[in-house]
Antibody, heavy 119, light 107 residues
Framework: EVQLVQSGAEVKEPGESVKISCQGS????????IGWVRQTPAKGLEWMGN????????RYSPSFQGHVTISADKSINTAYLQWSSLRASDSAMYYC????????????WGQGTLVTVSS | DIQLTQSPSFLSASVGDRVTITCRAS??????LAWYQQKPGKAPKLLIY???TLHSGVPSRFSGSGSGTEFTLTISSLQPEDSATYCC?????????FGGGTKVEIK
């Protein structure tokens, strides 16, 4: 059974750093793209970027490039999303999702990680 | 960026009704369109990909159609468990984008 399990909720202050994780199981983690998606009430679902854990090839949405870093450790089947300096506007639910073999969908999703940034 | 416009943004229908949701793309995306269902507090779930292919385990009352710039998601006979928000996504161009969502309420 394909599963993506994300790390727990984070509460941070503006300017702090954070790294959230997404561990895959039940499939070949190195052979499927993992995407990160932000969800807010105001803007809905937004694709942030993808990583291919096999070679760490990474693609970013222009809206998020330079503000977040996507990485992966294939030895432990885990992808990461990190910020070095959080803003209040980063408060959101973040999902990881596996991009299917034909690249035509995100077929399995993590349960989500809520990040709250507040002073 | 490719914009996706969903309509309606909200609909209320009765159990057994046929429901149709539309997703329009700002430029042609061939059939690179997926539909997701999301219930409150849960992650999105894939329903349909490649515009018309039903994902494994999804009930056959869900169907998708369209290509180019206009797509539809149809629920042939609405069930109580279909109360959710439905969202389209294009995977033809970077950045990948999502529609604004359609909330479906059961009367």
């Amino acid at each position: 059974e394909v599963q993506l399990v994300q790390s727990g909720a984070e509460v941070k202050e503006p300017g702090e750093s954070v790294k959230i994780s997404c561990q895959g199981s039940g499939y070949s983690f190195t052979n499927s793209w993992i995407g990160w998606v932000r969800q807010t009430p105001a803007k809905g679902l937004e694709w942030m970027g993808n990583i291919y854990p096999g070679d760490s090839d990474t693609r970013y949405s222009p809206s998020f490039q330079g503000h977040v870093t996507i990485s992966a450790d294939k030895s432990i089947n885990t992808a990461y999303l990190q910020w070095s300096s959080l803003r209040a506007s980063d408060s959101a639910m973040y999902y990881c999702a596996r991009r299917g073999a034909t690249l035509e969908m995100f077929d399995y999703w993590g349960q989500g990680t809520l990040v709250t940034v507040s002073s | 960026d490719i914009q996706l416009t969903q309509s309606p943004s909200f609909l209320s229908a009765s159990v057994g009704d046929r429901v149709t949701i539309t997703c329009r793309a700002s430029q042609g995306i061939s059939s690179y369109l997926a539909w997701y269902q999301q219930k409150p507090g849960k992650a999105p779930k894939l329903l349909i990909y490649a515009a018309a292919t039903l994902h494994s385990g999804v009930p056959s009352r869900f169907s998708g159609s369209g290509s180019g710039t206009e797509f539809t998601l149809t629920i042939s006979s609405l069930q109580p468990e279909d109360s959710a928000t439905y969202c389209c996504q294009q995977l033809a161009g970077v950045p990948l984008t999502f529609g604004g969502g359609t909330k479906v309420e059961i009367k």
